[in-house]
């Protein structure tokens, strides 16, 4: 009983192992592993090639599948361009179980001793992440070498032998068995790494181990399958194809199993090579089979699976995707993408204060304050998806840009909110009152208004690109409309004073209206802030003091 427990904690070492690798790789590397995949789309080798580099960073095609699967998702890549990719993917996992297969066990405790020493030192750093990968990379070779202590005591029971000798020899059943374990698993690798070392111990036959490896292939493909079962159609193509290609190689590998053993047999002295080698072998064929059908297979995934009907109102949150998450950098754009559609729904707000202030549309208003519930339902959605990334496993660039989003998200539902209670003050104390501003009045809403749509526009630029001149621009901006305000508030005096009938009526409404777009505008400009301060370009002066100023109003 002790021997099994030793045996099941080293199985669980490795795969944790694998665990911290992959995700340290992403960690260290993620922008720059987007980039890279983003970059080889154009031709279907070098998009082979990417994934096999990728892969062989990250230790999981699964993360890889899920990374290129959001980029399907998103339009940004056709699925026969991520199918090749993944083709790569598969052979630089099998490529990285080769190396593992050699005895590093000298490498080991120095691994794990570098690995602990840097992330004790910089835990949330850069020098931390790369330290975490290191821990990983040797609790992968312990974990090895206590799978081959614990497999010896196991090997040498007249049971656990009688056991194994018993079971049928079914390569289908084998295959059903190595998927299982790789989806429990979690890691295709560790399952092959495990199963080359049982057998070379003698506890599996070798022709039970080839059947294992092509059921952790299949398991592979599962395993992306089932982590995107609730994402969009456009997300589910790439996991759909890959475990396609991956099932037509197994049928195929099947009647030329016998054969491949015995020629490993004939060239390959040691069982454990054995096996790593087939599992090579297998995707090695499996690239070079099917590179060519990527396109084909990519056009018929996307008739299965086609676009949804898009939804006009646009309530829903369209870019959180929830296997992002496991890429911070590619969570953080997806947050941000999301952002920018808040904003859109912001605008639309603000684009039709206009049309009910000038027709004195009952049903556009109450059409847009409903609106409102939405930004805050995206706001909501945004917020909860961010908390969902840890700040420490982010680059410092990233964490900037996390702040960036949550403030910029916090300003477009303040707009939000201040542009519901426009719409209100305006049916109550003027449509419902049939009541009209002057015409001097209304060309000078008109003209705040356009600046506001403009100034807005800029705004979600500066977000996206983030241009210190844009920035710069914005926040001159801020300065302009206050001064506007002002001009426009004494003009309205003077038409009281001329005793305007119309400027009387609608006085409080007026003064009030000017007022609450001054805000918008606060919100608006205040956006260029981080952008500025990060740059270097915000001093200590009076636009500090405005930032505070706009913070401390935000707050209240």
Not at 212 to 235: E, F, S, W
Request: charge should be neutral.
């Amino acid at each position: 009983m002790l021997h099994l427990l030793n045996l099941l904690a080293a199985i669980a070492l490795l795969v944790w192992g694998t665990h911290m690798v992959r995700t340290g790789m992403l960690r260290v590397f993620g922008e720059n592993l987007r980039r890279v995949l983003a970059a080889s789309f154009a031709n279907r080798f070098k998009s082979l090639l990417a994934g096999l580099g990728v892969t062989s960073l990250v230790q999981s095609s699964t993360a890889t599948c899920l990374i290129v699967a959001s980029f399907v998702g998103k339009g940004l890549v056709g699925t026969g361009a991520a199918l090749a990719v993944m083709l790569g993917a598969d052979v630089g996992t099998a490529l990285m179980v080769v190396v593992y297969s050699f005895d590093l066990s000298w490498l080991s405790p120095l691994l794990i001793f570098s690995g602990v020493v840097l992330f004790v030192a910089r835990q949330n750093g850069g020098a931390g992440r790369v330290g975490r990968v290191l821990i990983g990379l040797g609790l992968i070779t312990l974990a090895l070498q206590l799978i081959v202590g614990a497999t010896k005591p196991l090997t040498e029971s007249p049971a656990v032998r009688a056991l194994l000798l018993a079971l049928p020899n079914e390569v289908l059943l084998d295959i059903i068995v190595g998927a299982v374990l790789t989806v429990l698993c979690y890691s295709s690798l560790a399952v092959v790494l495990l199963t080359a070392t049982l057998a070379a111990s003698g506890m599996l036959p070798a022709g039970v181990a080839l059947g294992l490896v092509l059921g952790a292939n299949l398991g592979g493909g599962l395993l992306a399958m089932v982590a995107t079962a609730g994402d969009t159609p456009q997300v589910r193509r790439l996991p759909l194809g890959n475990l396609i290609f991956k099932t037509a190689g197994a049928l195929l590998a099947i009647p030329l199993l016998p054969h491949a053993h015995v020629l490993l047999q004939q060239w390959v002295p040691s069982v454990h090579q054995q096996v790593v080698l087939f599992h090579l072998g297998f995707n090695l064929l499996l690239a070079a089979t099917f590179i060519g059908l990527t396109g084909r297979l990519g056009r018929q995934v996307e008739r299965w699976l086609p676009d949804p009907p898009q939804h006009a109102d646009g309530t829903r949150p369209r870019h959180l995707d929830p296997v992002a998450l496991a890429t911070p950098s590619l969570a953080i754009s997806c947050a941000a993408r999301e952002a920018l559609h808040q904003a859109d729904m912001v605008e639309t707000m603000l684009r039709g204060v206009l049309p009910v202030i000038r027709d004195n549309d009952l049903e556009l208003a109450g059409r847009l304050r409903r609106m409102d519930d939405t930004v805050d339902d995206l706001y909501s959605a945004i917020k909860f998806y961010l908390t969902q990334i840890s700040r420490e496993e982010l680059s410092d660039r990233e964490g900037r840009r996390w702040t960036d989003i949550v403030s910029f998200t916090i300003n477009m539902e303040q707009i939000g909110d201040i542009i519901e209670r426009v719409l209100q003050d305006v049916e109550d104390k003027k449509i419902r009152k049939g009541r009209s501003f002057s015409e001097a009045g209304m060309a000078e809403i008109n003209h705040l208004h356009e600046r506001l749509l403009a100034n807005l526009r800029l705004a979600m630029s500066v977000f996206l690109d983030g241009h210190v001149r844009d920035a710069q621009k914005l926040l001159e901006e801020k300065a302009r409309f206050r001064d506007l305000e002002h001009e426009y508030a004494a003009n309205h005096i003077a038409r009281l004073q001329d005793n305007t009938a119309q400027s009387i009526e609608t006085s409080s409404l007026h003064l009030d209206l000017i007022s609450e777009l001054k805000r918008i505008n606060s919100h608006i400009c205040s956006i260029a802030y981080p952008i500025l301060e990060s740059a270097g370009a915000l001093s200590d002066t009076r636009l500090r003091h405005s930032q505070l100023a706009a913070l401390d109003e935000a707050r209240h």
